[in-house]
């Protein structure tokens, strides 16, 4: 996953898609990134609620007018149901990540500290590591990751964007 | 035509209880009323080859799969039903891939049967295991890795109707030999599950009050006919605007016939080779409404440049063309033939005596022309074979110089009689495209126009059209160059020749004979008529070997890259600069 702080915000765009739960259904659609020149950023896969379709979450970057014309070809994929690019304003979005920390005794208690105060949670801690589980936006994660690099970070995972549009509409 | 396969002497196995994955997938074909299969067997799809020696389905062997593809292809053009391919697994299924980007480049609907190997073997490099799912994926408008013995049915009543419907488009379906050769226990009789795909229809009401009324603002309007008006059917719909309006018709190479060639308010084809008379209406006019055509690049050569102050209206099904090359002002999504049909509801009658006057006056100072001082010219050839047909001919031609002349000197009538790869420019389909043409219009004369280049990629199928004895005409225009390259490079590379040359070029008259085809050689102005006029009413296949001059040009020419302004009409004396354009 590249940096989010390298992106430029503008270029950045997050397309929520409805497909069937088939096979072969993500390299369809990744295809249509990639033919394009899409550098996909974030990708995220999981059920619905009806069993027969999933849900993908793409965050990737480029020009909008090629990105119109994506999310048109991938819509004409016969396993599409619906694409569509949510921005934050019509759309509820959060990021969940993983951060492994090298703990030493000095550090700890700092750790504990900002931990607290950006509401994240401690998930596991042993003599060498420290590992933080922090859910919100993408600009939190992005801002708190900014924090913790002095602290060593050794690893870090992200689950990329989710979104649902806000109110009736559907995402 | 076709005699019954001769293979045809085994006793029928005793009947069995239960149906095989083979004997369901037949059936289906079968009910979806398939008449023809091309294909070429192999161990994977044994099981379905032999199902066929009981079916009424006709089987054509091929000599290699990529004739298949372009004999299924050429078939679905010539009647608009889904040609199908049957082949086996790897190298008989990669064989098809060229087949399956031409059919999908020009819209064609195309049924295409893979074996594969067993299932508990995918994945696992087993002989003759290729992923051609995967491979063709960029290429197909869908496919299927069966999985499921009982679900074939489904799958092939979804293929049918996707290929075939909105914007058509090959579909492939990837059947393990377990499949095929398992025991099918479901029924016949299945229904679709296809929630993602919907076909646009007769568009929204309000956009096409919409450009109903930029047509009645317009003085100048043109019509551009593509390849999408003749899939819907639409010459009725098109020819009553064109005449309500007054409008001069243009049509890209797969869009001829549309709209009469002949009529005087048809300017023939426009773009890269089209006539010089078309390009200056597209300069023009005020107003261009492109009829299924996605302003592809050998049209407007450079969108920024195209057709600057005239209003842009697109009607098309596939909404992803909408604003893909060229902004329109105004689009309607739908099916051609019905929108058009609400549209000329809604357009004034027009006056446009004076455009029709200026669009005459390019007509008579731009005139296509050719002469044979220098010898016998292939526009000579192929003007002779419009002037002997007349339009009643189904024209199919291969890729490359021959495929510009007869794009502009074989004026077609009707969509389906003329056949040419457009977005691919595959050189190698035009013979099989006849046949498969020929299998789906057996009574019509069909006429293949190739190069010596082209025609030698797929020559091999001379033995399914000597077999069958179809009736297929095919014009070799002998240049003996890759003349189109060769073209480009005595234009724009100061005549370095480099890789087109094609000596050695085979006796094409011995070679037909080889195979039991009358064969007939041209190679005098004076001959023309005569030899091909008999040649073209003889009954059995015929290859007519046309030796003309090596150093034709194809004019005029817009440079790839170039908008119609820079259209070069009669041959340079200059040096031209390098083409930027894409190919
Ligand atoms: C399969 C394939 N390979 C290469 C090309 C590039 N190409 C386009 S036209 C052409 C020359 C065709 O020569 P020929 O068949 O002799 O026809 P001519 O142009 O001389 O009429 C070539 C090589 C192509 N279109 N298709």
Redesign the pocket.
């Known amino acids: 996953m590249a940096k989010a702080n390298n992106i430029k915000k503008k270029d950045t765009h997050t397309i929520s898609m409805l497909v069937a739960n088939k096979p072969g259904v993500l390299v369809r659609v990744a295809l249509v990134f990639a033919r394009r020149g899409y550098n996909i950023d974030a990708l995220v896969v999981s059920p619905s609620v009806n069993p027969r379709y999933s849900r993908m979450t793409i965050t990737a970057k480029g020009d909008p007018d090629t990105l119109d014309q994506i999310i048109k070809q991938a819509s004409k994929l016969i396993d599409m149901i619906h694409a569509e690019e949510h921005s934050d304003i019509d759309a509820v979005h959060c990021e969940l990540a993983l951060l492994k920390l090298k703990a030493t005794a000095a550090n700890k208690t700092v750790i504990a500290k900002l931990a607290r105060k950006f509401h994240v949670r401690i998930v596991n801690e042993s003599k060498e590591a420290v590992i933080i589980e922090q859910t919100g936006t993408t600009e939190e994660l992005d801002e708190f990751e900014g924090l913790l690099k002095k602290h060593n970070i050794i690893e870090m995972v992200r689950s990329g964007k989710l979104v649902m549009a806000k109110g009736k509409e559907s995402t | 035509m076709l005699k019954k396969s001769k293979t045809k002497t085994r006793k029928k196995p005793s009947p069995k209880k239960q149906m095989t994955g083979a004997e369901a997938l037949v059936k289906c074909l079968e009910n979806h009323g398939v008449e023809y299969i091309f294909g070429l067997s192999g161990g994977s799809v044994i099981p379905i080859f032999d199902v066929l020696v009981d079916s009424k389905i006709k089987l054509i062997l091929v000599r290699h799969e990529q004739g298949a593809t372009h004999m299924a292809d050429g078939y679905a053009r010539a009647t608009g039903k889904p040609g199908v391919v049957l082949v086996t697994s790897g190298p008989g299924s990669t064989n098809t891939v060229?087949g399956i980007m031409t059919a999908h480049m020009d819209s064609v609907p195309m049924i295409v049967l893979t074996g594969q190997t067993i299932s508990p073997m995918l994945g696992k490099d087993a002989f003759q295991e290729a992923d051609i799912a995967g491979i063709s994926m960029p290429v197909v408008k869908h496919s299927y890795l069966v999985k499921k013995t009982n679900d074939l049915p489904r799958i092939l009543k979804e293929a049918f109707y996707i290929t075939n419907t909105g914007r058509p488009g090959p579909v492939l379906i990837d059947l393990p030999k377990d499949i095929t050769s398992g025991p099918f226990t479901g029924s016949l009789n299945q229904k679709m599950d296809i929630p993602g795909y919907s076909v646009p229809g007769k568009g929204n009401q309000k956009d096409i009050l919409k450009i109903a009324q930029l047509f009645n603002a317009s003085k100048k309007p043109l019509l551009l006919v593509g390849h999408g008006a003749a899939i819907s059917k639409a010459e009725n719909a098109v020819r009553a605007l064109a005449r309500k309006l007054k409008a001069p018709v243009v049509n890209t190479l797969l869009g001829k016939g549309v709209f009469p060639e002949s009529s005087p308010l048809n300017l023939g084809m426009l773009g890269m080779h089209g006539t010089a008379y078309a390009n200056k209406a597209l300069i023009n006019c005020d107003l261009i409404c492109s009829i299924g055509s996605r302003w592809d690049d050998r049209i407007n050569g450079n969108n920024n440049e195209f057709c600057i102050g005239a209003v842009k209206i697109h009607i098309d099904i596939d909404p992803a063309e909408i604003g893909k090359v060229v902004q329109p002002d105004a689009h309607v999504i739908g099916d051609a033939r019905l929108v058009v049909e609400e549209l000329v509801k809604h357009v004034e009658p027009k006056d446009t005596s004076k455009w029709l006057q200026e669009v005459g006056f390019y007509r008579k100072e731009f005139p296509l022309k050719y002469s044979n001082d220098k010898g016998l010219t292939?526009q000579k050839v192929i003007d002779e074979l419009y002037q002997i047909t007349k339009g009643s001919a189904t024209i199919v031609t291969?890729?490359?110089?021959?495929?510009m002349?007869a794009a502009q000197f074989c004026l077609a009538e009707r969509g389906d009689k003329w056949i040419s790869s457009g977005g691919?420019?595959?050189?190698?389909f035009g013979f099989p495209a006849a046949i498969g043409a020929q299998f789906g219009k057996p009574k019509e004369l069909v006429v293949a126009v190739?190069?010596?280049?082209?025609?030698?990629?797929t020559l091999s199928e001379l033995a399914t059209a000597s077999i069958h004895k179809l009736p297929v005409k095919v014009i070799i225009?002998?240049?003996k160059?890759?003349?189109?390259?060769?073209?480009w490079q005595e234009l724009f590379f100061d005549n370095r020749l480099s890789g087109?040359d094609?000596e050695g070029n085979p006796d094409f008259v011995k070679l037909a004979e080889a195979y039991g085809i009358k064969g007939v050689h041209i190679d005098k102005v004076e001959d023309v008529h005569k030899k091909l006029k008999a040649a073209l009413a003889y009954k059995g296949p015929v290859v007519i070997h046309a030796e003309v001059i090596k150093e034709g040009n194809v004019f005029p020419m817009v440079p790839a890259g170039k908008s119609a302004h820079h259209i070069i009409i009669e041959p340079p004396t200059t040096q031209l600069e390098k083409p930027t354009g894409s190919t």
Not at chain 2, 398 to 403: F, K, N, P, S, W
Not at chain 2, 424 to 428: F, H, K, P, Q, S
């Open positions: 060229t292939a291969d890729v490359g110089q021959h495929q002349w691919a420019g595959t050189m190698g190739c190069g010596d280049g082209g025609f030698q990629m225009i002998d240049n160059y890759l003349g189109m390259v060769r073209q087109v094609l």
